[in-house]
């Protein structure tokens, strides 16, 4: 992926963030995609497919829970960490930083709305 | 003083304390609903190589600006980031150490604020000013090439005249104009009692060595050089695509002393081909903010950046994007009088100014360090231990790597340094270093 890169390079299909895993960060992809997969018993569910720009594993940043779900890179990924202390640090000096993390939990929050009333008998 | 919806702003230069403020101010005024007009005037074509286009400056984001920008959407492209920065090796006149950032991610950004230096062809990269520049149009912000010729009052409003054009009168006036051109000085006539800040001369190199062979000698590591040379605080050779840029910090900095900084020791082990005086690609002295600005603001003129408040030595960048963001802050949420910005962007300012003054203390301390070759030798040993995989603690390495790469607060990197963790096996290695029999010399 050349010398002008930031981030750390993950292999097709290797393991970025495990579900139940802990975790004192949160990702932002800078190049190529990522898959966000969820264990249902046996079987992986496939939630959703991420590209350069997004973000994921901010949960991480608010509560002590374990990683709700699974990230790993389709085909080659570039990925960037956002270590928690210094982003909640940053947040207690500018409350305003929060805004963009907020506005993309409030997008999935309407997409998993729209999944409920699809999925509601 | 509010500003209502269509008002108008006038930023006085296109680098990135002006070009962050107007882009967030559009970014704010959006989220408000509201809609703003901003005029960046920025008369430097950052698409030409050499001094033309650049703004002069070690070209190094810090890593936790990486990330804080990337939490505000604003991710540093392949073509901006000449070399991601995974390491960094300190180098003294008794030894070096390899810090190495965690997980083998590349955390810090080397790049080049303007598209090279002089005689730089034509190449895949892109200017980092220039960046953040599209950056600023594309959120909405007007490009306005040009020179800024004066600034005057009119009718209660700041106005800016160019060449051969009349005065534009804005709702607000932002000055990041940097303190190397004369642009700031333009703002000491619009009689608010501005006064810029206290400035040093720094020396900076761009030395051509080519893609193949700066990763043969520097790699994707940045050298940082804590040397016991006369008039030298320190010095770096980040590694870039094709290029070495050179920076040195002291006092009184020449020729003379740029020369024996290359041949010296530490920095011959770290070039794979000799330097010869009057080889590099491009020089310049550019200065940098080292003191207190005095009247950052009055209503609606504001100061930004390097000709404000900035931080001491390290992280200029990261500190005209704290200083955009409060000041866009203040601007959309409150208001733009005097008293709007003495309550909410001058606690940013003022905090950075304090850190500051603790920068200074450690910087002396540093001074120390390369005067006493004990303390050299006792902090490579603690630091080198530290590296090994089985390590548990790199609390000195963290204090080291934020104290040279600026990506903590001073106030930070002074309390961590104080704590026991790091206190007692640093005083251990004072000791042994102290014994003749327990110098630890070598190379890390």
């Known amino acids: ?121 | 003083m509010e500003l209502q919806e269509g008002a108008r702003v006038g930023v006085v230069g296109g680098g990135p304390a002006g070009t962050l403020t107007s882009y967030f101010i559009l970014e704010m005024a959006q989220r408000a609903g509201l809609s703003f007009e901003v005029d960046i005037y920025e008369g430097r074509d950052f698409s030409r190589a050499g001094p033309a286009g650049c703004n002069m400056c070690g070209g190094i984001v810090s890593e936790s600006l990486v990330q804080m920008l990337a939490a505000e959407g604003i991710n540093l492209p392949p073509p901006v980031v000449q070399r991601g920065i995974d390491s960094y090796v300190l180098h003294t006149d008794v030894g070096q150490v390899r810090i190495a950032t965690p997980g083998e991610e590349m955390r810090i950004a080397a790049l080049h604020r303007g598209s090279g230096p002089r005689g730089a062809a034509a190449g895949p990269w892109k200017s980092f000013d220039g960046f953040l520049l599209d950056l600023a149009c594309e959120k909405g912000a007007r490009h306005i090439p040009g020179r800024v010729k004066e600034l005057t009052w009119q009718d209660g409003l700041p106005a800016v005249q160019t060449d051969g054009q009349p005065a534009r009168p804005y709702d607000l006036l932002v000055g990041a104009t940097g303190i190397n051109a004369s642009g700031h000085k333009l703002f000491e006539k619009l009689g608010f009692r501005y006064e810029q800040p206290r400035t040093a001369k720094t020396s900076m190199l761009e030395l051509l060595i080519g893609r193949e062979k700066l990763q043969d000698s520097l790699g994707n590591a940045m050298h940082v050089f804590l040397l016991d040379l006369p008039r030298l605080e320190f010095a770096a050779l980040i590694p870039k695509g094709e290029y070495i840029s050179v920076c040195l910090l002291g006092h009184d900095i020449d020729r003379e002393l740029v020369d024996h900084f290359m041949h010296s020791g530490p920095v011959r082990s770290c070039l794979t081909e000799d330097y010869e005086s009057g080889s590099e690609a491009c020089h310049c002295s550019p200065r940098i903010n080292i003191g207190e600005a005095k009247h950052l603001f009055t209503d609606r003129v504001v100061l930004v950046g390097d000709c404000g408040v900035s931080r001491l030595y390290k992280d200029g960048i990261g500190a005209a994007y704290r200083a955009a963001k409060a000041c866009a802050a203040t601007v959309v949420l409150h208001g733009v009088s005097e008293e709007d910005f003495q309550k909410f962007y001058w606690p940013a300012c003022k905090r950075m100014q304090r850190d500051n003054r603790v920068g200074k203390a450690l910087f002396l301390s540093a001074g120390l360090f390369r005067r006493l070759a004990f303390l050299t030798r006792a902090m490579l040993n603690v630091a080198r231990s530290e590296q090994r995989p089985d390590s548990r603690s790199r609390a000195l390495s963290t204090v080291v790597w934020d104290t040279f790469t600026g990506s903590a607060p001073y106030t930070d990197v002074l309390l961590r340094s104080l704590k026991p963790g790091l206190v007692l096996p640093f005083a251990a290695a004072c000791c042994c270093a102290l014994l003749p029999f327990g110098e630890g010399k070598g190379s890390g």
């Open chain 1, 1 to 121: 992926m050349g010398i002008g890169v930031l981030g750390k390079v993950y292999e097709d299909s290797e393991t970025i963030v495990e579900q139940g895993g802990t975790g004192d960060c949160m990702y932002v992809v800078q190049q190529g995609h990522v898959t966000v997969c969820v264990k249902q018993g046996d079987h992986e569910i496939t939630l959703s497919r991420l590209g350069p720009g997004d973000v994921f594993g901010e949960m991480a940043l608010f509560t002590k829970e374990p990683r709700s779900a699974t990230v790993r890179a389709e085909g080659k990924a570039r990925v960037l960490t956002i270590d928690k202390r210094g982003f909640l640090k940053r947040i207690h000096e500018d409350p305003t930083l929060a805004f963009r993390i907020l506005q993309k939990m409030s997008e999935r929050i309407r997409k998993l709305n729209e999944e409920v009333a699809r999925l509601r008998p």
